[in-house]
């Protein structure tokens, strides 16, 4: 194994990345095979040791449309104001993307390696599964919204005490091509200490 792999497709891949829109995705996604090698390839992450803090749950066909209907269930009654606006909205969550990816970050708290650094690396491992997709000819995008931090929707998914949702990964194929958005200067961001 080479210390670096110089490769200026790489840096350029890197350096317009860009999500899909949530509503960008339609099919073909990846098929099981393929999806199955790009998580193999998103676990390529730093972890500080070799915890693997994280786990997956994939959503594919008809799965999507069942989760769905279980959502809308719970926000009826976790949200007392949700709107049938909002409700609506949710009833086609899953089925906006062919794939969809809950990325579970699933930290071991009793070990040495704080929490924070094992969350971390399940960060980048989203990051990762971005990048590979985009590198395979699939297009994506990393989302939150309630679904990640709503306790009904951990029970359902079977998520333990101590594990949360890092995100849902959406992947497909893009409808259109992105619109690029403002990026921050990023030597507004940078500072070298001098002690």
């Known amino acids: 194994m080479l210390p670096t792999r110089p490769s200026a497709e790489a840096r350029q891949l890197i350096a317009l990345?860009?999500?899909a829109g949530k509503r960008g995705l339609s099919a073909p996604g990846p098929d099981a095979d393929t999806?199955?090698?790009?998580?193999?390839?998103a676990t390529r992450v730093p972890d500080h040791r070799r915890?693997?803090?994280w786990r997956f749950l994939v959503f594919e066909g008809d799965a999507r449309e069942a989760f769905?209907?279980?959502?809308?269930?719970i926000q009826k009654r976790e949200d007392a104001d949700a709107t049938e606006t909002m409700l609506a909205d949710t009833s086609c969550y899953f089925t906006r993307a062919p794939v969809v990816v809950a990325v579970i970050s699933?930290?071991?708290p009793t070990h040495k390696t704080p929490v924070w650094e094992q969350e971390l690396s399940c960060g980048a491992l989203c990051q990762n599964l971005l990048l590979a997709a985009d590198a395979s000819g699939w297009a994506g995008c990393w989302l939150s919204e309630w679904i990640a931090f709503s306790p009904g929707i951990n029970d359902l998914l079977g998520l333990s005490q101590t594990e949360r949702i890092a995100g849902f990964v959406y992947l497909g194929t893009a409808k259109e091509k992105p619109l690029e958005r403002m990026r921050p200067d990023a030597a507004?961001?940078?500072d070298r200490w001098r002690g």
């Open 188 to 190: 507004a961001k940078i």
């Open 68 to 73: 769905n209907q279980r959502a809308v269930e």
């Open 106 to 108: 699933s930290p071991d």
């Open 51 to 53: 915890l693997a803090p």
């Open 35 to 41: 999806l199955d090698e790009l998580l193999t390839v």
């Open 17 to 19: 990345r860009r999500s």
